[in-house]
């Protein structure tokens, strides 16, 4: 590797202050060593983000950097693991702008910091602009991995996150609405930098029939679901939680229509057995989680998604 590269890891990638107990060689050595205690298993996810597929040129660094790592982390939580670290790959051309790389680490390194998770190596190249994550998390012996099918006709269906906001800050740049500052701000913020309730994943793990990071919409991701389990359900649409931004336009928005179909990163589903619902309730009150049930799986397959007023969406 060349003096530069080692460079750009020692200025842009090396977070000592985010230390872990598990993680022994980390940034700087050979490779990582992480040390699990003897009732853990290690679960790994890996997302890969490309340029001008999963983001754009124009996009800002920090926030392609911020929506690689919540991704990531919020697939490892829907299988019910604790993240903990994670390695970057890196690919950018010979013209990248050190102000690029400054931002990626900038949006990077706040959002490890947010969720607690140490950088512990990766590889820097040369190539088309590219990232890729491997994120690490651990998993109690004693507990199964939550899947990503397996509803019952009977079993509850839950939401953790709030839904509505960065769909609507789509609508805000693509010149389809205007929000005042306040509301536009938390939209811009649910798009680009999303929260991810990593504790909700692990509480649910042992409890939940099956679970999902919502990656397109909650409406695509849990039909998915559903019809992945062979069979259906009926939602209330107007139990999902909406973000501050929609709760204030949500008429103007399209209506429902907007949480429902829009990207709502960072949120999850739960499907969980009805005789477990109290169980699941206090596992999320007690991880300081929010949850909200929103409807029932049954035999019958598709998702049928009603309103207040007992119309379909
Ligand atoms: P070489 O290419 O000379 O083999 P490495 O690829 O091993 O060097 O990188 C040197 C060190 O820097 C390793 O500890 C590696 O894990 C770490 N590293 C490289 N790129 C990154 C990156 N983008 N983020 C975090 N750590 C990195
Ligand atoms: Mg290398």
Request: glycine content about 8%.
């Amino acid at each position: 590797m060349s003096v530069s590269e080692f460079d750009i890891i020692e200025r842009f990638f090396h977070w000592p202050c985010l230390q872990r107990p598990e993680v022994r060689l980390s940034v700087g050595d050979d490779a990582a060593e992480l040390a699990l205690s003897a009732h853990e298993r290690l679960v790994l996810q890996s997302t890969q983000y490309l340029e001008g597929v999963d983001f754009h040129r124009e996009d800002s660094a920090d926030s392609v950097a911020h929506r690689l790592l919540a991704k990531a982390a919020s697939s490892l939580a829907a299988c019910g693991a604790k993240p903990f670290s994670f390695t970057l790959a890196l690919s950018m051309p010979a013209a990248a702008s050190e102000d690029w790389l400054q931002a990626f680490s900038r949006g990077l390194e706040n959002s490890a910091r947010t969720m607690q998770l140490a950088l512990i190596g990766g590889d820097t190249t040369r190539g088309p602009r590219a990232a890729v994550l491997h994120v690490h998390g651990t998993l109690p012996d004693h507990i199964a991995p939550t899947p990503r099918t397996g509803a019952a006709p009977g079993d509850l269906v839950y939401v953790t996150g709030q839904f509505g906001d960065a769909a609507l800050a789509l609508l805000h740049e693509t010149g389809e609405l205007q929000l005042i500052r306040a509301d536009r701000e938390a939209a811009t913020r649910a798009l680009r930098f999303p929260d991810v309730n990593l504790a909700s994943g692990s509480a649910a793990a042992g409890i939940a029939r099956c679970a999902r990071a919502i990656d397109t919409s909650l409406m695509e991701n849990l039909a998915g679901m559903l019809a992945d389990s062979g069979c259906g359900a009926t939602v209330q649409a107007h139990y999902v939680p909406l973000g501050p931004a929609t709760r204030n336009n949500l008429e103007r928005a399209g209506g429902w229509n907007l949480p429902w179909n829009g990207p709502a990163p960072g949120t999850l589903c739960f499907i969980v057995p009805a005789a477990e619902q109290a169980r699941f309730e206090r596992a999320l009150q007690e991880a300081e989680s929010e949850c909200t049930w929103i409807g029932l799986v049954e035999r019958s397959p598709g998702l049928r998604c009603y309103l207040e007023d007992g119309s379909a969406l």
